[in-house]
C-alpha cells in the first residue's frame, strides 16, 4: 500500500486549508475566491508513526461557467484512483448542496474508505446542524472538523491511519530538485506532461491556468529527481490578483529551494525583458540554470537559424555566457530528454569540488602571468586560494590588499575557472580575503 489520502469536494470548502495544515507548511494557496487550485498537489504528512502523502485537489463541478471544469474535474478522478483513502469534504457553513449530492452519489460507486468531512465546524450550533449531511447516504462516519484552527483533525487521522502501514514512505528530500520556471504560457506544464507521459499537469492556451507549484518524483530513463511546475512569473505591475501574486510567491520560493531551473523560453518571442529578470532571479540565488527554447517546431529555420539565434541568447545573458542552451518542443518531445540530462549535468557541477593543491598550482600560475594591475602605486599580491565550503561554487583568494581587486579581474580569475574545469550552467563566486 502506498499510503495516499485524497481530499475532495467541490469548490470552497476548505481543501487546500486541510492540506496545509495536514502537511505542516502553506504550499496550496488559499483564498476566499472558490476555484482557485486547479491541478493535483502533492505534499507529504505523519501521524501517529505512520508517514503518508497527501492529494489537495480542485473543486468538483458540474455544468459550471469554469472553463477548467473538465480538466479539473479529470485531475479529481485521477487523484481518487490514485488514492488509498478519500476524505469527503463538505461545507458546514452552507450545508448540503446540489454539488455535495452529485458528488457523493460518484463516491458510493467507488471501492475505497471514504470519510465524509464536514469543514468550518467551529461552534456547538454547526457541530449540530452538521449532523444533516448524514442524509448524502455514505457509509462513512461523520467527521467535524476545523481546518484553521485544527479542531477535530486528530481524531479524522486516527481513523485515517488505520488503514496504512508504517515505514513506506520513500524518502525523497536527498533528491536533485529541478524547478521548471518562466513567463506564462510558454509550456511549462506541457513540457511536464511530454515528459512524465501523463497528464499531470492541466495545459490551456490561457496564461496564468497553473497556480501552485507543483511537484512530480521522476524516474524514468534511469534518472531520479524531482521535477518542480510552477506559475508563470510577470512584471509586478501586470499582476492585479491575489492569487496570482501568491503564485508568482510560490514560484520565486521554488526557484530558491531548488538545485537547477530550466528556464524556458517560447521561441515565436525570444527572450524578453522578463524572461532576463527571471534568468537573473535565478543567477542571484545562485542556482544551476538551463535554457530550453521551447517551441522550436513553430520556427521556420535555414542553416543558419539557430546559431544566430544561440549568439543573440548568449549576449542577453552576459556575463554569465557559460550556460547550456536547448532548442526543444513539448509538442513534438523533441530534445526534452537533452534538456533533461543538461539540467543534470549543471547539477553535477555545482556540487564539484575541487582538490587545493590542483587549484592553487593552476590558478595562481595564471596570476602571476596576469596580476592584478596596480592601484595608487601599490600591488595586490595574491599567494593562495580554495574552494570554500557552500552549496553553489565560492571561491576564497587571499592576498594583501583584498579592498584593490575590482570586478574585472574577478571576472579574469572567474573566467580561468571556467577553463580548466566544468562550471557549465553554475554561477560562480570569487570573495578577495585578508591573507
Same mark, same amino acid.
Given at each position: ?37 486547479? $491541478? ?25 461557467? $469554469? ?21 469527503? !469534504? ?82 525523497? $528530500? ?25 497528464? %499531470?499537469?492541466?495545459? =490551456? ?13 521522476? =524516474? ?8 518542480? $511546475?510552477? @506559475?508563470?512569473?510577470?512584471?509586478? @505591475?501586470?499582476?492585479?490578483? &491575489? ?5 508568482? !510567491? ?24 522578463? &524572461? ?68 543534470? %549535468? ?28 596596480? !592601484? ?19 571561491? @576564497? ?39
Amino acid at each position: 500500500m502506498s499510503n495516499i489520502i485524497a481530499i475532495v469536494g467541490r469548490p470552497n470548502v476548505g481543501k487546500s486549508t486541510l492540506f496545509n495544515r495536514l502537511i505542516g507548511t502553506r504550499k496550496a494557496i488559499v483564498n476566499e475566491e472558490s476555484g482557485v487550485t486547479r $491541478d493535483r498537489n502533492y505534499g507529504k504528512s505523519s501521524w501517529n508513526g505512520k508517514e503518508f502523502s497527501v492529494i489537495d485537489t480542485g473543486g468538483y463541478v458540474c455544468n459550471s461557467d $469554469d472553463i477548467f471544469e473538465e480538466e479539473i474535474n479529470k485531475q479529481v478522478m485521477l487523484a481518487m484512483d490514485e488514492a488509498d483513502v478519500i476524505v469527503f !469534504m463538505v461545507d458546514a457553513e452552507i450545508g448540503i448542496t446540489d454539488l455535495d449530492q452529485n458528488f457523493a452519489q460518484l463516491l458510493r460507486n467507488i471501492d475505497k474508505p471514504v470519510y465524509l468531512t464536514a469543514n468550518k465546524v467551529d461552534n456547538s450550533t454547526r457541530l449540530y446542524e452538521a449532523q444533516e449531511f448524514y442524509r448524502l447516504g455514505l457509509k462513512s462516519d461523520l467527521f467535524c472538523i476545523s481546518s484553521i484552527t485544527g479542531s477535530g483533525t486528530g481524531e479524522l487521522l486516527d481513523e485515517i491511519v488505520k488503514h496504512f502501514k508504517e515505514d513506506n514512505m520513500e524518502d525523497t $528530500d536527498h533528491l536533485p530538485r529541478i524547478t521548471i520556471v518562466g513567463r506564462p504560457n510558454v509550456g511549462k506544464s506541457s513540457t511536464i506532461n511530454a515528459l512524465i507521459g501523463k497528464e %499531470r499537469n492541466i495545459v =490551456t492556451d490561457i496564461a496564468g491556468t497553473t497556480r501552485d507549484s507543483l511537484h512530480t518524483h521522476y =524516474t524514468q530513463f534511469g534518472h531520479d529527481f524531482i521535477l518542480v $511546475d510552477t @506559475a508563470g512569473v510577470r512584471k509586478k @505591475a501586470k499582476v492585479n490578483e &491575489d492569487v496570482e501574486f501568491y503564485s508568482v !510567491m510560490r514560484s520565486i520560493r521554488a526557484i530558491e529551494e531548488s538545485d537547477v531551473c530550466m528556464l524556458l523560453l517560447d521561441a515565436t518571442r525570444g527572450m524578453e525583458a522578463q &524572461d532576463l529578470n527571471i534568468f537573473h532571479l535565478i543567477e542571484r540565488n545562485k542556482k544551476g540554470v538551463v535554457i530550453v527554447v521551447n517551441k522550436w517546431d513553430l520556427i521556420e529555420k535555414d542553416n543558419k537559424t539557430l546559431i544566430e539565434y544561440e549568439k543573440d541568447l548568449r549576449n542577453r545573458i552576459a556575463p554569465f555566457k557559460d550556460v547550456e542552451i536547448i532548442f526543444a518542443s513539448a509538442l513534438t518531445k523533441q530534445r526534452l530528454l537533452k534538456a533533461l540530462e543538461a539540467a543534470l %549535468r549543471a547539477y553535477e557541477n555545482r556540487q564539484q569540488k575541487l582538490k587545493t593543491s590542483e587549484f592553487n598550482r593552476i590558478m595562481l600560475e595564471a596570476i602571476e602571468n596576469y596580476p592584478p594591475p596596480s !592601484m595608487k602605486g601599490k600591488y595586490v599580491r595574491i599567494k593562495y586560494a580554495t574552494q570554500l565550503p557552500t552549496l553553489s561554487p565560492s571561491f @576564497a583568494f587571499y592576498c594583501n590588499l583584498p579592498q584593490y581587486v575590482k570586478e574585472p579581474y574577478k571576472r579574469f580569475l572567474e573566467n580561468k575557472i571556467r577553463e580548466n574545469w566544468t562550471f557549465t550552467g553554475v554561477p560562480i563566486q570569487i570573495f578577495m580575503r585578508k591573507k
